[in-house]
């Protein structure tokens, strides 16, 4: 069974550009989580989808956006680029929006650095 | 008071031995509490959970003991292998899905 697939794995874009970063989730699991990683912020909570339907989102400013697809992918695109936006995006999928019932697998993530 | 803090922020620790991550947290409103583990270049997986009406909970050789009282909980590794060098964090959630808020992580070194 396929994992968590993000793509691309790594981006490089500069200052004031947007870009658009996709999670493909594990086949059946209907919640997709972003967040943030970031050597002094840590891991940091983005937003959560689940049937198309943002549930919960992180103390991020609008710049960061998401959606989700009907097939369950999901997408997160950040405008106007900050220095500060340089991080791994990861995505994480369980099957159904319930904590304690599923796992949450992370994939791999997307490194992005802006410069 | 989302914030959740973990110590210590690296632990070297002999093939054999028992490594044990500690954190506290100040939300009360805090209930399920997960672990998990990072190697590099990859995504973080779950290792283990507890909710705050049980005090233990064990799996394998990994435990997480909680103090309800003291807000506080921690991940004991037995018999910790080279192969659990890896980041841990441990992370607290209010609400229901999957928005956890993580510690800064510990990263765990076993040496052979």
């Known amino acids: 069974k396929a994992g968590v697939t993000q793509t691309p794995r790594y981006l490089i874009k500069t200052r004031g550009q947007q870009v658009t970063l996709s999670c493909s989730p594990i086949?059946?699991?209907?919640?997709v989580s972003w967040y943030q990683q970031t050597p002094g912020q840590g891991l940091q909570f983005l937003f959560e989808?689940?049937?198309?339907?943002?549930?919960n989102k992180g103390n991020f400013p609008g710049r960061f956006s998401g959606r989700q697809f009907s097939n369950s992918r999901s997408e997160m695109n950040v405008s106007t680029l900050e220095l500060g936006d340089s991080a791994l995006y990861l995505c994480?999928?369980?099957?159904?929006?319930?904590?304690?019932?599923?796992?949450?697998?992370f994939g791999p993530g997307t490194r992005l650095t802006v410069l | 008071q989302q914030q959740v803090k973990q110590s210590p922020q690296s632990l070297i620790v002999q093939k054999g031995g028992i490594s044990i991550i500690n954190c506290a947290y100040e939300?009360?409103?805090?209930?399920?509490f997960p672990w998990y583990q990072q190697f590099p270049g990859k995504g973080p997986a779950l290792l283990i959970a507890?909710?705050?009406?049980?005090s233990e909970k064990k799996e394998g050789r990994f435990t997480i003991s909680f103090n309800k009282s003291a807000k506080q909980f921690s991940l004991h590794i037995m018999d910790s292998q080279p192969g659990d060098s890896a980041t841990y964090f441990c992370?607290?959630?209010?609400?229901?899905?999957?928005?956890?808020?993580f510690g800064p992580g510990t990263r765990l070194s076993v040496l052979p």
């Open positions: 994480a999928s369980s099957l159904v929006w319930d904590r304690e019932r599923n796992e949450q697998f």
């Open positions: 086949s059946g699991h209907r919640s």
């Open positions: 989808y689940f049937s198309e339907t943002q549930r």
């Open positions: 939300n009360t409103a805090f209930d399920y």
């Open positions: 507890i909710r705050p009406d049980v």
């Open positions: 992370a607290a959630s209010s609400n229901y899905g999957q928005n956890f808020v």
